[in-house]
């Protein structure tokens, strides 16, 4: 199973509680996200999942609206992914996600095995 998700990025401010600090930040949306990323690969790889794709924009859509990439996410299972996305230590970081989306977009994608 694959998911894409698409996301924009916008400038954030937010505490960083890395390491018990309740300073303010300021980061764009991009260093924020790739703070998530960072946060999230090691449970997304312990749970079977690994990053195929990230990048990109596309070529057809509307155009009011702006998606500045896409990540391709292939995990084994439906169940693999649910647990991985319930993991405890991995939802410790989803502020940074959460700071660093303004829009995202979760489409769950099964390979057919008719495609050539």
């Not at 057809?60 to 649910?82: A, C, K, T, Y």
């Amino acid at each position: 199973m694959e998911k894409c998700h698409m996301c924009i990025h916008m400038a954030v401010v937010f505490l960083d509680d890395q390491n018990g600090s309740q300073e303010e930040v300021e980061l764009s949306g991009a260093e924020a996200f790739q703070k998530y990323i960072d946060h999230t690969l090691p449970f997304l790889k312990e749970s079977g999942g690994d990053v195929v794709f990230l990048g990109g924009r596309y070529l057809i859509g509307p155009q009011e609206e702006h998606w500045d990439f896409v990540m391709l996410i292939r995990q084994n299972s439906l169940s693999d992914f649910l647990a991985f996305s319930s993991n405890q230590d991995y939802l410790a970081g989803l502020g940074h996600r959460t700071a660093a989306l303004e829009d995202s977009r979760l489409l769950p994608i099964v390979e057919s095995a008719t495609a050539t």
